[in-house]
């Protein structure tokens, strides 16, 4: 939440545009002061919204017949996953046991946008003349329940909670917050994509929504640490710092359980007024987490330690220029994932033990590419835009003759939007996202030779989300 | 298993939703500005009880013994009793029952409304149009089960739960809500219970385990519940006034779980104070949920009517309601338990309640009476269904009394007899085949519970 108020009031600072960049520059009024004593300021921000989302499509594909027609044998990646259920995204888009006779998906939901409902409370002091500290806690929720079970609790998470030390020298902010890779294609679906809207919702179960993200955008995720952040020099700022380490199988140490280092995450951006009333922000963004397993040898049964690395590059660049707003982003990385950076998903690597090659899981981590275009036009209060992005996996050597798996192959996003600001704190928004999953398709095996002699066709899967509501943000 | 549990945990948390509907019944002082700012208002509203509760009676009952051994000496089949490891189902479930069947526990717990910690944020954004946002956060004063260190759901951690998280507008021309908020089915009979029953009591506790408890909600009383949506309400036209819109659906776990369309809420209201002494409020209300059984073409759909008047004559409080409609559930609308439909034909039930709720209040003291009833049909399939013996009725009766010591403190005491009758298994045996056979005449003597709840605390709010 704090990243997007920062995001907002940076746009205020621009300048006064006449009507055409009235979309940020109002949102300069985004925290409301509700003390000020003794050097002290307490301080209150958040959003409430609601939205009306309604989904057709198909529903989570089934697994391609063989090609005699006999049935199939493979497992189509994702489905397996419990994650959708709990509210949490994978690769596909699993309803929450709301297809048809036909595998197909329609669905009227009642949800949180792509920001959920938010509390944010901050306590500043200037403790010199140079220096201040800020300490902030923002606490989410969604409005609906998991599962269309109207009787589940709805949990508060606090996803931010940090102190930031500013100065002449920079700042240092240390605690629960938003990580650097992906955060500017993050900011640009935030500011021009789906600040306001839904886009894509994450699952079927459980919100907030993802926009963009898992089709181009990578979201930067949430964690302890502490980062640095340099005075601005004509715009350009260096970010720096360190991240508690994430692992992704914590129970099983044959699969990446151990991370013993923190993830060091950083970024260059360069941030500069364009004319009077343009905006010109580049950022390039990286990470590298060393991880470990257990490896244990079928044949003899001894055990080894084995090392790897989680890495992923991003960046990209935003342009404000009249009324026209352009944003362009990509990633790359090993282990990183299609939602956000190192993600719990069923794509990070081969571990699928229900859907293991005939020699077992090898845990070879995959990599992932992202890419993502967004375009948006201001008129007054009125804001429309349109964006693509794609999420793809490679497939790895062994993923090419395990005839038991059909990997995700992309996740694809079309969005269209428009956004009118009923006033300065109230936006009603209206929304279109086509989301498109493709899978690679099971290979055919010899089962003679053991070698690959094809594969099946590719699944897939398109739905269609529409969506319509109002934000009320201070 | 997952039904089973998807039952037992919804059943459970069931509990702590259904008061919720109640916040927006609470008095408008209740809400304290604590700054404003750039056209900016931040309140914040909320309590704290903690209430004594003592329980005496039977456990939940053991099924009726089935003597019809067979002429080969073959044992009788043997039946369930609705609700037995399922509570918020039927009867009162719990752990604490002693070798002779009986009941008896004390608790320190939350009452008819849990902890709430609520803020918002108002402005004024227009000549006529005020926006709100609005979040509130519940707890409660007890653990899960007993247990120091759980949580709802069991889980390991305690946390709030936001019931409320919604924007409203509000102008000449009424308001609409949109985001998580009171349901509006069963408004009118939670809303009597509160005002004039259990606002600062307790009542029926929904469950042992846990959860802010019931008052006469579950015997009489529905609980709308909170849900995502989106209402409108007219302005008042000389008391009259309309509210309805639609929300998120429920999936009926186990059997309708495939729910497509968004459900229709509304209700008619007249809302009149004729003297400062004499107040009258009528509500109708009704709700409809289409539903569908996954991955097939059966549908079918969960509807329900309610309505109910509440009047203030001097010292005099009355209020009265009524609510009956298929697959509603016993305590809430649209609730997921193992009495919505028969879990092998998958056919809805239907569901009947009456409560009436009386008080005098002189000053300071509040003195309330009340008595309610629900009625769960039965199917022919039930009667035939020599497995289980059905929920039939939940009847409560209630006394409290209610001392105002200051405007944001009240103490009080309260007493709730809570008795549930089963229809009985029919009465069977083995045939030669090993079949179950249903014997003609009555069923098996039907099973019945009655418990005893007193309770003591104190509220504070603000």
């Known amino acids: 939440m704090n990243i997007l108020n920062k995001l907002k009031s940076n746009g205020a600072c621009l300048g006064l545009w006449v009507a055409g960049s009235v979309l940020w520059s109002r949102n300069a009024a985004a925290e409301v002061t509700l003390f000020e004593k003794d050097n002290w300021t307490f301080s209150f ?151 306001y809207g839904v886009g894509l919702p994450c699952t079927d179960s459980l919100g907030p929504a993802c926009g963009h993200i898992g089709t181009g955008v990578l979201h930067p995720g949430y964690s302890a640490g502490i980062s640095y952040s340099s005075p601005s020099l004509s715009g350009l700022q260096i970010h720096a710092g360190v991240y508690d380490p994430i692992v992704f199988s914590p129970s099983s140490p044959d699969d990446w359980s151990h991370a013993s280092f923190v993830r060091p995450e950083g970024a260059i951006t360069f941030d500069t007024p364009l ?141 269209a939007s428009a956004y009118y600001h009923v006033t300065d704190s109230v936006v009603l928004g209206l929304d279109y996202f086509r989301y498109t999953a493709n899978w690679y398709g099971a290979p055919l095996v010899d089962m003679t030779t053991m070698q690959p002699t094809g594969k099946l066709p590719g699944e897939q899967q398109n739905l269609n989300f529409v969506s319509a509501g109002v934000t009320y943000h201070w | 298993m997952r039904i089973q549990s998807s039952l037992v945990r919804s059943g459970i948390l069931c509990g702590l939703s259904l008061v919720a509907c109640l916040l927006e019944t609470r008095p408008a002082a209740a809400e304290v500005t604590l700054a404003e700012s750039n056209g900016f208002s931040f309140f914040v509203d909320g309590r704290i009880n903690v209430f004594l509760s003592q329980g005496v009676g039977d456990d939940f009952p053991q099924p009726t013994p089935n003597l019809n051994v067979t002429p080969t000496g073959l044992p009788p089949p043997g039946h369930t009793v609705v609700g037995s490891g399922q509570p918020f189902t039927a009867g009162y479930s719990s752990d604490q029952g002693n070798a002779s069947g009986k009941y008896s526990a004390m608790r320190i717990r939350s009452g008819f409304l849990g902890s709430i910690l609520a803020m918002g944020v108002k402005k004024q954004i227009s000549e006529t149009t005020t926006a709100k946002g609005y979040v509130s956060l519940w707890g409660t004063a007890q653990a899960f089960a007993r247990d120091r260190v759980q949580d709802f759901g069991q889980s390991t951690s305690k946390s709030f739960d936001v019931r409320e998280g919604f924007v409203q507008f509000e102008g000449p021309w009424g308001s609409v809500t949109a985001g998580r908020q009171n349901g509006i089915f069963g408004g009118i009979s939670t809303e009597i219970d509160f005002l004039y029953g259990h606002n600062y009591g307790l009542g029926l506790p929904c469950v042992d385990n846990y959860f802010p408890t019931c008052g006469h909600i579950g015997t009489g009383a529905l609980g709308p519940g909170t849900a995502p949506g989106f209402i409108y309400a007219t302005p008042s036209l000389a008391g009259l006034k309309f509210r309805g819109g639609f929300y998120d659906p429920v999936r009926l776990l186990g059997g309708w779980e495939r729910v497509s369309y968004v459900r229709p809420e509304g209700a008619l209201l007249f809302e009149q104070r004729f003297s400062p002494a004499f107040l009258l409020k009528a509500q109708v209300e009704g709700m409809y949920q289409p539903m569908a059984i996954l991955g097939a073409d059966r549908t079918d759909a969960v509807w329900g009517v309610s309505g109910g008047a509440r009047l203030e004559a001097g010292p005099l409080r009355l209020g009265a309601s009524a609510f009956h409609g298929k697959g509603l559930g016993v305590y809430v609308a649209l609730q997921n338990s193992g009495s919505m439909f028969n879990q092998t034909t998958k056919n809805f039930r239907t569901f009947t309640g009456v409560y009436a709720q009386s008080a005098l209040v002189f000053g300071p003291l509040q003195v309330s009476l009340g008595a309610g009833r629900v009625l769960d049909s039965q199917l022919e399939e039930d009667k035939i269904d020599a497995s289980t013996s059905g929920l039939k009725s939940q009847l409560g009766a209630s006394l409290a009394v209610y001392y105002r010591l200051t405007d944001n403190l009240v103490i009080g005491a309260d007493y709730f007899r809570f008795q549930t009758d089963w229809w009985g298994a029919p009465n069977s045996t083995l045939d030669d085949m090993g079949n179950i056979a249903i014997l003609p005449g009555p069923p098996l003597t039907p099973e019945k519970q009655v418990i005893h709840f007193i309770n003591t605390g104190a509220t504070f709010h603000w």
């Not at chain 1, 992005?389 to 993923?399: H, R, S, T, Y």
């Open chain 1, 45 to 195: 921000d958040g959003r409430v919204n609601a939205f009306l989302t309604v989904g057709q499509g198909n529903d989570f594909p089934l697994p391609m017949p063989q090609a005699d027609g006999g049935m199939s044998t493979h497992t189509v990646m994702g489905r397996n996953s419990p994650r959708p259920g709990q509210g949490v995204g994978d690769v596909g888009w699993p309803s929450a046991y709301q297809q048809d006779v036909d595998n197909k998906y329609f669905a009227m939901r009642i949800r949180s946008g792509m920001y959920g409902n938010i509390l944010g409370f901050a306590l500043t002091k200037k403790i010199n003349e140079t220096t201040t500290i800020r300490g902030y806690v923002s606490v989410w929720s969604t409005i609906e329940s998991l599962g269309r079970d109207k009787w589940f609790p709805i949990i508060a998470e606090a996803r931010e909670g940090y102190l930031t030390a500013a100065g002449t020298w920079g700042s240092v902010t240390a605690g629960r917050m938003l990580g650097r890779v992906g955060r500017t294609s993050y900011e640009i679906d935030t500011m021009y994509g789906h600040g």
């Open chain 1, 275 to 415: 004319g009077e009333t343009g905006k010109l922000k580049i950022g390039v963004e990286g990470l590298y987490q060393p991880i470990g397993r257990i490896k244990t040898d079928l044949m003899t049964m001894e055990k080894t330690n084995e090392k790897s690395a989680v890495w992923g590059a991003s960046g990209g660049a935003r342009v404000e220029l009249g009324p026209a707003r352009i944003g362009l982003s990509g990633f790359r990385g090993k282990g990183l994932g299609l939602g956000y950076a190192l993600q719990r998903s069923v794509a990070i690597a081969d571990n699928d033990s229900g859907a293991a090659p005939p020699g077992g899981v090898t845990y070879e981590l995959r990599t992932f590419t992202g890419f993502y275009g967004q375009l948006a036009f201001v008129f007054g209060d009125f804001q429309i835009g349109a964006g693509y992005g794609k999420g793809m996996v490679d497939q790895l050597e062994i993923d090419k003759s395990n005839a038991a798996l059909s990997v995700i192959q992309s996740q694809t996003g079309i969005s």
